[in-house]
């Protein structure tokens, strides 16, 4: 059955850059659709109505409207914006790469509703006022890609490499409701165990470079 032309979807704006003299090219994620591109036509302009609809990191119930290749924004009822994640730059790195490895994983016309759901709760975790940003992200990237069937508890949990605690941590991760994915404080020493795990199955399992990571590098 085809999509309809006009389509009403909860999604999160995955990124965004300038398109023209005054349009905006948003890499968007659907929680029906997936990883769609949409053009926000005019949102570069004084007084638009789609100006902050277009933003990274923003989420909302959105209409697009279908064309040949890619979608255009028609409206949008905002939700959330996030707005302290564009402000602080460590905080904006660590958003931004959440948002690039679920564009990695993440497909034209698949549900995404997951996906979507992690990124909700990890930009909220981001927010908090103790949050650690580089257990964050070990997390995500553990989550996401036990969500696409690369489980690393999986894969490990029969070969005797790590203590219980660290598989605990590994099953928790990969099982734990979303709500309740960062609730979990490991020690010091834990998080620097999985914070490597992590890293190492990032590195194995994709064949991209990352521009947020790699900024993130500079960083630490």
């Known amino acids: 059955m085809g999509i309809p032309d006009d389509i009403r979807t909860k999604g999160i704006v995955l990124s965004v850059s300038p398109q023209g003299e005054s ?4 890499i968007f994620l659907s929680s029906d659709f997936g990883k769609i591109t949409v053009f926000a036509n005019g949102a570069r302009r004084p007084k638009s109505h789609l100006a902050a609809a277009s933003r990274a990191f923003t989420m909302g119930d959105y209409t697009v409207r279908q064309g040949r290749t890619a979608y255009s924004l028609i409206s949008a009822d905002i939700a959330e914006t996030f707005d302290g994640l564009s402000v602080d730059m460590d905080k904006f790195c660590y958003a931004s790469y959440m948002c690039e490895l679920a564009g990695y994983y993440t497909h034209e016309n698949v549900n995404a509703r997951d996906e979507l759901n992690l990124l909700y709760v990890s930009f909220k975790y981001l927010l908090t006022e103790n949050v650690d940003p580089v257990y964050a992200k070990a997390a995500f990237e553990l989550r996401i890609q036990a969500m696409e069937g690369e489980s690393y ?3 490990v949990k029969d070969r005797g490499k790590y203590p219980e605690s660290i598989l605990n941590i590994l099953h928790f991760i990969d099982t ?6 960062y609730g979990l404080i490991p020690s010091d020493e834990e998080k620097r165990e999985i914070i490597g795990i992590a890293d190492s199955s990032i590195r194995k399992n994709t064949d991209r470079k990352f521009k947020s990571l790699e900024i993130l590098d500079t960083l630490y």
């Open 23 to 26: 349009d905006r090219r948003l």
């Open 153 to 155: 508890f999986a894969y």
């Open 176 to 181: 734990a409701p979303l709500t309740k994915l």
